[in-house]
Structures are given as structure tokens and as C-alpha cells.
């Protein structure tokens, strides 16, 4: 598995139409073959919000990108204004992972 993550540093005051631009989001990568999971993070003690997204291989990855589906969520780029700062794009793969283990089902 992979995570893309691309942090973004908002200008001050211009938090709510950022957050505004992805409630209206195209909604598209869900259907993606090789996708797991979007998440958007308001930043608690820093300038940047993070989105993550999941996916089981990078060539799943690229090939979102290289997709009609991601030129439609993208073609309606947002002001400059929004932003403080260039934004900071990575991939990563995953080496490890862990979760909380499920409670046993109660009879």
C-alpha cells in the first residue's frame, strides 16, 4: 500500500474557503480502481492542512492521475490567494501498520 499526501499551507483567514473547496469536492477518486481511503487534516499546531490518499499501488496511484476522472476534480483550481506557501507533495509506501484490535462480539 501507498499513501500520497500533498500538505498545503493556507493563508490565514482563508481556512474556511479551503475547507469549503472540499465539501464540494467532484467526489470521483472513490470510484477509482486501487483506492482506499481520502483524508483531509486540519492542521492543530501548524500552517498546514494534509491530504492523504490511500491506495493499494502506486501504479493505481498514476493511474488516478493520468484519468479523465482527476482533470474533472481538478479543472476548477483555486485562487492563489488561498494559499500561503508552495505545497509539499510525497509518496510513501507502508511498512508497517497497526490498529486497535476489534472488541469480541458480545453474545
Sequence with gaps: MIVVSNRLQVAKGREADFEKRFEGRA??????????????????????????THWEDEASFRAWTDSSEFREAHNKRPPAEIFAGPNVFEIHEVIQHAERPSAPARE
Design 27 to 52: 467526489r470521483l477518486v472513490e470510484n477509482m480502481p486501487g483506492f482506499i481511503r481520502l483524508e483531509i487534516l486540519r492542521p492543530v499546531k501548524s500552517d498546514y492542512y494534509t491530504v492523504l
